[in-house]
């Protein structure tokens, strides 16, 4: 294994880890097992590609969803795949330069749209049971990256910079 594979596997393991940190930090509501995980996935994208960003996202909702006891069983693997999708769109809008519209795309996929499956599968009233506190946990989670991801993308700029 060469040595820009091991970083990039580095990173990638680091983000999921700190996405771990933020599994355990819940955002109360109701029914929903929402949590600032998917903070660290999304600042992924300034130095991970849109499918490992969305890796770590994913890893971030099963150790949420480990931290919480696994409430909605094998459902988590809905809401992980789900977790990928946005963070990984997140990434490609990221990297493509569009960082305007990246923001309420990834806030309407992962606060409202990323519920809707449940509306089916569980019943209506767990879908606008859990939609508050999960909206309230996509606002936070991305008021948290548009502070820290200009910052990251400067420094990484920066270090870009001084390597030519």
Known sequence: MNRQK??????TAMVAA???IGAVIKIPSFVSTAALDSAPAFIGVVFLSPVLAGVAGLIG????ALTAGFPYGPLHI????EMFMVVWLFGVMHKKGMHFLKWPVALVLNGI??????YFI????????SLPGIFM???????????VIPVLSKVFVRKAGRAN
Request: charged letters at 0%; hydrophobic letters at 75%.
């Open 6 to 11: 091991l970083m990039t596997i580095t990173l």
């Open 18 to 20: 700190i996405c771990a």
């Open 61 to 64: 909702h099963f150790i949420t």
């Open 78 to 81: 809905i809401i992980a795949v």
């Open 113 to 118: 749209i990323a519920p809707l499956p449940f």
């Open 122 to 129: 569980i019943s209506p009233a767990f879908f606008w049971a």
């Open 137 to 147: 946990a996509t606002v936070i989670n991305l008021l948290i990256v548009a502070v």
